[in-house]
T-cell receptor, first 111, second 114 residues
Framework: RKEVEQDPGPFNVPEGATVAFNCTYS??????FFWYRQDCRKEPKLLMS???SGNEDGRFTAQLNRASQYISLLIRDSKLSDSATYLC????????????FGTGTRLKVLA | GAGVSQTPSNKVTEKGKYVELRCDPI?????LYWYRQSLGQGPEFLIY????????DSGLPNDRFFAVRPEGSVSTLKIQRTERGDSAVYLC????????????FGPGTRLTVL
């Protein structure tokens, strides 16, 4: 079983739609959680950190459920520019803080 | 300010050759990470430096892979006797090194082994 699992998609949604991505992780001792965005042939860029209390940044909302070891990302009012791969990231429990990535979920927003 | 830079952006080599990939982290960042990303996959951890020392090299796939960071800034990932399976994008990231600080990624080096 992979340490971080995501549905690879693709998710094809019309502009203006709301779309949700989920991610599960296997190590209950994991400490930090992030969503990164990766455009085609580009490097990953931080979208947002994820906290148990939930956090929101404009049209984006992230949520962590430690009991279920589950992370979510909600995108409201999708834009064409949201088309990208969304990577779920969990930090290792050892002292290195190395990132453990999911495979990524591809999103395509259609006009 | 300047972000993480990596050179070359693309490298094509022949099976069995030696390659070096360079990473220049954000100024002042003490932590430096190397990851490898294959097509359709998320990046996979290779090695982590805190300062000059390799604090965790558990992700290096075998002894053909080696990395250095002699002055605590620029790092070089070295691959000996390259194999076709080494073809991937090699990403470098840096962070301030404080706790689980955000990692900032460079644009990557796309390595193709023919």
């Amino acid at each position: 079983r992979k340490e971080v699992e995501q549905d690879p998609g693709p998710f094809n949604v019309p502009e203006g739609a709301t779309v949700a991505f989920n991610c599960t992780y296997s190590n209950s001792a994991s400490q930090s959680f992030f969503w990164y965005r990766q455009d085609c042939r580009k490097e990953p860029k931080l979208l947002m950190s994820v906290y148990s209390s939930g956090n929101e940044d404009g049209r984006f909302t992230a949520q962590l459920n430690r009991a279920s070891q589950y992370i979510s990302l909600l995108i409201r009012d999708s834009k064409l520019s949201d088309s990208a791969t969304y990577l779920c990231v969990v930090t290792a429990t050892s002292g290195t803080y190395k990132y453990i990535f999911g495979t990524g979920t591809r999103l395509k927003v259609l006009a | 300010g300047a972000g993480v830079s990596q050179t070359p952006s693309n490298k094509v080599t022949e099976k069995g050759k030696y390659v070096e990939l360079r990473c220049d982290p954000i100024s002042g960042h003490t932590a430096l990470y190397w990851y490898r990303q294959s097509l359709g996959q998320g990046p996979e951890f290779l090695i982590y430096f805190q300062g000059t020392g390799a604090a965790d090299d558990s992700g290096l796939p075998n002894d053909r892979f080696f990395a250095v960071r002699p002055e605590g800034s620029v790092s070089t990932l070295k691959i000996q006797r390259t194999e076709r399976g080494d073809s991937a994008v090699y990403l470098c990231a840096s962070s301030r090194g404080v706790s689980a600080d955000t990692q900032y990624f460079g644009p990557g080096t796309r390595l193709t082994v023919l």
